[in-house]
């Protein structure tokens, strides 16, 4: 996905990050990381396109799947969460 990032296909790396998602998320047999770094990826993506409605569901849905996560899988949730309530404009939170 940074390939797709770096050569400036920014939605077709949307699709294809959420592809990976939505595979992780039907086999489950991976960690509860992988799902939950692939939402933190996907939505990320989603702040970067301008798209915050769409980023905070998935982070929404990253935080039901992070009761299971390493500390460093957790970190990288909350600055993604950190970057989106700064640039939704919600100062209280952040």
């Not at 296909?9 to 595979?23: E, G, K, P």
């Not at 086999?27 to 509860?32: E, K, Q, T, V």
């Not at 799902?35 to 702040?47: K, M, N, R």
């Not at 980023?55 to 990288?76: F, I, K, Y």
Request: hydrophobic fraction near 45%.
């Amino acid at each position: 996905t940074d390939f797709l990032d770096m050569k400036g296909f920014a939605t077709m790396r949307v699709a294809v990050l959420r592809m990976i998602a939505n595979i992780d998320e039907v086999l489950r047999d991976n960690s509860a990381d992988d799902l939950v770094l692939d939402y933190s990826f996907l939505a990320s993506q989603y702040l970067d396109l301008g798209y915050s409605g769409k980023a905070g569901l998935v982070l929404d849905r990253a935080l039901h799947c992070c009761q299971e996560v390493t500390p460093g899988t957790s970190l990288r949730r909350l600055v993604v969460h950190a970057d989106y309530l700064l640039r939704i404009g919600n100062l209280d939170k952040w």
